[in-house]
């Protein structure tokens, strides 16, 4: 996850290794990464593997397809999305070649600047609270819309296509995100710009590269724990060879795959509070492995800060009252991260 604004942080989070420096090293996770098996035993029963549903875009049934796949997981995948798959490829070459870089080379791009945790650069969690467990994974986090608040100084030169690269897949993902946000007004039955036209053209959008080294000890570790996104919608580039994500559904988790070059869709809170509830923000986590490293790229698309946002007044009536209350982004954001460096989550507190 993204981090709050930026603040003094404790020499604890400031002078941590990276994770995969300790992987490299072959060092077993430390105590403070040590998932406690009272909350969450990462592997404690082998998960169920099922393929998330395939949503066909501009398609007759598009909206159909959208809307009983996010009543019933919150996400699915789009196959043809129209990104060439030797585009994908590259972007991943890309991610996997910056992380492949020497430390010090990342570290130009820290997020740690002056002694301050920033919320974009290279880097992992913030340390905010004493006994928090922390994931298995580093990130190179940027904001890459709306562009004029872009912090170049922050984005790579080494590989040095990422930059282009990362250029064109934000445009890419923003026309796709449109449309998607299009048919799934539709499938809510409102009219197909509302969520457009609330974003606005210049939403807000942060790319988040997912680094997760492999891990001598993967049932005592999650790359990433359980989590609902704070965002509108968010789309996922998997890794192309190492599955690793899950998500809960029904009270179990599944084990998520998905077809080669597609592109997972899932709904975050901001959709959850929007909807009244219509559809749920899914919780997922990620799982690391004993012997591949793996890396994801999530476009993280939300309202801007200062939006407020609340339940479509067409999904409110009688038989549905109104479930949220509306909040500002910004404020919802600010509570989400306290609450999910802990492993909680926030959407209750917009919930009356
Ligand atoms: O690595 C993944 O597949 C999921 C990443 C994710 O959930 C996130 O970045 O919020
Ligand atoms: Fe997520």
């Not at 945790?117 to 709306?146: C, H, K, M, S």
């Not at 539709?186 to 606005?200: N, P, R, Y």
């Not at 070059?261 to 559809?279: K, P, R, T, V, Y």
Request: hydrophobic fraction near 35%; charged fraction near 25%.
């Amino acid at each position: 996850m993204d981090a709050p604004m930026s603040r003094v942080v404790k020499s604890m989070s400031t002078e941590r290794k990276m994770v995969q420096e300790r992987s490299e090293a072959g060092e077993a996770p430390p105590i403070e990464y040590i998932v406690k098996e009272s909350q969450c035993p990462p592997n404690a029963q082998p998960p169920l593997t099922a393929p998330l549903p395939v949503v066909h875009l501009g398609q007759p049934d598009e909206a159909e397809e959208i809307k009983t796949a996010l009543q019933s997981w919150g996400m699915f995948q789009v196959i043809d999305h129209g990104m060439p798959p030797s585009f994908l490829d590259e972007l991943g070459d890309v991610a996997r070649a910056f992380f492949k870089l020497p430390v010090e080379e990342k570290q130009k791009y820290s997020n740690i600047r002056d002694g301050k945790f920033g919320i974009e650069g290279y880097g992992n969690d913030e340390v905010i609270a004493e006994g928090q467990i922390l994931d298995w994974t580093d990130r190179l986090f940027l904001l890459v819309q709306p562009e004029d608040q872009r912090k170049l100084e922050l984005w790579p030169t080494n590989p040095n296509s990422l930059r282009d690269v990362l250029h064109e897949y934000t445009r890419k993902t923003k026309k796709l995100v449109k449309n998607v946000l299009k048919t799934t007004a539709k499938s809510l039955e409102l009219s197909e710009d509302f969520f457009i036209s609330h974003l606005g053209d210049k939403f807000s959008i942060f790319a988040r590269f997912n680094y997760y080294p492999c891990c001598l000890k993967p049932d005592l570790v999650l790359g990433l724990k359980p989590h609902s996104d704070r965002t509108l919608i968010t789309v996922i580039l998997p890794d192309k060879d190492v599955e690793g994500l899950q998500v809960m559904k029904d009270g179990e988790w599944i084990k998520v795959t998905t077809s080669p070059h597609a592109l997972i869709f899932n709904i975050g809170d901001q959709m959850e509070i929007m909807s009244n509830g219509m559809f749920k923000s899914p919780v997922h986590r990620v799982v690391t492995s004993p012997d591949k490293d793996r890396i994801s790229i999530a476009m993280l698309c939300a309202n801007l800060p200062e939006k407020v946002i609340g339940p479509a007044d067409e999904l409110v009536n009688d038989m549905r009252p109104r479930m949220y209350k509306n909040v500002k982004v910004k404020d919802y954001t600010e509570v989400f991260f306290q609450r999910f460096y802990q492993g909680k989550r926030a959407i209750d507190w917009a919930q009356f």
